[in-house]
């Protein structure tokens, strides 16, 4: 996915639907997210535009530093994002987690990440707050590769 998204170009999130009609209206300001899957959904696809903005402003604000922003810019140089899974999203009054895996290069490696994330909702706002790392989830042979390329793992990404 290039930094600059097309907006006809399917969404980074993995939704299946373009970019112009699920995480830019967020991006943008227009709307807010509606859930904590949806916050979750957005920050990744701002991981992989490199909106840093974006990632900052619905980072809870207790968990924000004077840093952010460097810290993201160094992210940004060295990952390139190739999928998101999302596992599974409970959510109660005004708190939810959502479990995802988001697949990732590295210094010419593909890795994961594992998280069950933490969200709250303040004022009618969603934020992440932090998460768990879990160990990596494991694809099956067969499974649709993470990349969305829609090809199986195994002549994908599973070489």
């Not at 996915?1 to 399917?10: D, L, P």
């Not at 940004?76 to 999928?83: A, I, V």
Request: glycine content about 4%.
């Amino acid at each position: 996915m290039t930094m600059q998204n097309s907006t006809n170009e399917r969404c980074p999130c993995s939704s299946g639907s373009s970019y112009s009609s699920c995480c830019q209206p967020l991006h943008d300001g227009i709307v807010t997210a509606a859930s904590a899957e949806q916050l979750m959904r957005s920050r990744y696809s701002a991981f992989c535009l490199k909106k840093a903005p974006y990632l900052i402003a619905t980072l809870h604000p207790d968990y924000r530093s004077a840093d952010d922003e460097q810290s993201l810019a160094e992210l940004f140089e060295q990952t390139q994002w190739l999928g998101l899974k999302v596992i599974s999203h409970k959510s109660k009054n005004n708190t939810a987690t959502v479990e995802f895996s988001a697949f990732y290069q590295d210094a010419n490696q593909v890795a994961q990440l594992h998280e069950r994330s933490r969200f709250v909702k303040i004022d009618n706002c969603w934020f992440y707050q932090d998460g768990d790392i879990l160990p990596p989830i494991t694809l099956a042979r067969n499974d649709s590769c993470f990349c969305g390329s829609g090809n199986k793992y195994k002549k994908c990404h599973g070489r």
